[in-house]
């Protein structure tokens, strides 16, 4: 099931994700570090420690939005850390960030789609995505595409939202993510759809296994999950 921000509306699931972070994009940081408590930084670094062993020099962050886990990465000290997203505005805001800490030359933003990537394949030694996959229209041909433009022996780590299994963390979390998130959601982005569509998105995406067996359809090898935060977030470690 496709899960849309706009459900009135008639735009594809692409066109309508793209509008919503466009709209959002200005309260985006502030929104995701309020309503996580700071988690999803801890999340991000654990992802990117995850890198460290395979030391990669060139880096393609997936869906990158205002550049935080592109920023992360930075700390893997690569070559260059390429970022691609479909949103103009998160763009925006992510370039002023790399800007003001004088990163501009080794990291580089970009518009794109991450199902239709421009550039070749076996490209780079490691391809990341946080909070990224599960907005993807069409997740079979985002995955394909990420093991297409990484290199033989390349490294992708995919960061998500996941669902907490356990008494009493899923049922707070339940109760968190669909009453209070959106509610605050909605008062803090200006937005009515964009933090119904979050708990909408992640309780209809794959995850654990389910995500696993995606990933190996893709063409991905050695694929291992690790929940993080009792499971609210996942992080996804897959070779070429
Ligand atoms: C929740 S944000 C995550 C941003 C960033 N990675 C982070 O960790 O904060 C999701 C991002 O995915 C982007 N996105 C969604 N579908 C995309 C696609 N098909 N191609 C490129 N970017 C996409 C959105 O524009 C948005 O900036």
């Known amino acids: 099931m ?81 970022g691609v997203d479909i949103s ?28 239709n990537l421009d550039f070749n394949d076996n490209n780079f030694d490691a391809v990341i995505v946080s909070f990224g996959v599960r907005n ?14 990484m290199k033989p022996e390349g490294t992708a780590v995919i960061l998500e939202f996941s669902k907490p299994q356990s008494f009493p963390y899923k049922q707070l979390y339940g109760f968190y ?10 008062m803090l982005s200006h937005d009515r759809s964009a933090y119904r569509y979050l708990p909408e998105s992640v309780a209809h995406f794959p995850s654990g296994k389910d995500f696993l067996e995606k990933l190996e359809k893709a063409g991905f090898n050695n694929c291992i999950c690790k929940t993080l935060t009792f499971g609210i977030s996942s992080v996804y470690l897959a070779r070429k």
Do not use: C
Not at 90 to 112: F, N, P, S, T, V
């Open 2 to 82: 496709n899960v849309v921000p706009y459900k009135q509306e008639t735009g594809s699931k692409k066109e309508q994700v793209a509008q919503m972070f466009d709209k959002i994009s200005r309260r985006y940081d502030f929104l995701n570090h309020f309503l996580s408590l700071g988690i999803d930084i801890s999340w991000r670094k654990k992802a990117i420690k995850l890198l460290a062993p395979y030391a990669p020099k060139q880096i393609l962050d997936i869906a990158t939005g205002t550049g935080d886990f592109a920023l992360e990465a930075m700390k893997l000290n690569p070559d260059q850390v390429v």
């Open 88 to 115: 103009p505005g998160m763009l925006e805001i992510g370039r002023k960030k790399i800007a003001e800490k004088g990163l501009d030359h080794r990291i580089q933003l970009r518009q794109g789609d991450s199902e």
């Open 177 to 186: 993510f669909n009453n209070v998130l959106p509610t605050i959601g909605r």
């Open 136 to 149: 993807f229209e069409d997740l079979h041909a985002g995955l394909k595409e990420m093991h297409r433009v």
